[in-house]
């Protein structure tokens, strides 16, 4: 696993050795960056980060700041080597070391995208934490994306937000979400 593009394409990236982290794949980080276009500037949230691949994929892409949010201590430690690796100055990164209900009261908006990865088989379970969260910190022109099992329907968005878009890539989707014009 590496980073794909921007000032540190190429990186390599430390993974856990558990079934418990998923890292989004180089070739969906790809064509999601493909998508998003450039993130100059922007502010982007990595929820359940993992590795930290999202986010250390935005900011080598020029964004501004990355806030990660991730619970798994072993994930934690990947994360916090990938950091470490690629020389982020931490002024552009903030690390949130809780589950994603307890951190979403400290988010620090708004988020221009923001990338939420759950574990697949409780994305039902997360989905209104998930919204809650994007209804509060996303930012009006912003984008939101939940990654999800292909075979497993996308969620559906309650009021004020709408799905834009869904991808597909061998067995991920990534739906987009966009605050109603």
């Not at 998508?35 to 964004?63: H, K, M, N, W, Y």
């Not at 991730?70 to 990947?78: C, H, I, T």
């Amino acid at each position: 696993m590496r980073i794909v593009g921007g000032v540190w394409g190429g990186r390599r990236l430390a993974a856990p050795r558990t079934n418990d982290t998923r890292p989004t794949s180089d070739r969906v980080r790809e064509a999601l960056f493909s998508i998003l276009g450039p993130l100059d500037g922007q502010r982007c949230l990595d929820l359940f980060a993992g590795t930290g691949a999202v986010g250390l994929e935005a900011l080598s892409r020029g964004a501004a700041h990355a806030t990660f949010v991730e619970k798994g201590s072993a994930a934690l430690k990947a994360l916090t080597a990938n950091l470490a690796s690629v020389g982020t100055p931490v002024d552009r990164y903030t690390l949130l070391r809780a589950d994603v209900r307890r951190a979403s009261a400290r988010l620090r908006g708004p988020f221009a995208v923001i990338y939420a990865d759950p574990p697949y088989d409780q994305v039902n379970d997360l989905t209104s934490i998930l919204f809650s969260i994007l209804q509060s910190s996303l930012s009006e022109d912003g984008v939101a994306i939940i990654e999800h099992r292909r075979r497993d329907p996308s969620p559906i968005p309650p009021a004020g937000l709408v799905g834009s878009d869904v991808r597909f890539y061998g067995e991920t989707a990534l739906a987009f979400y966009r605050h109603c014009a």
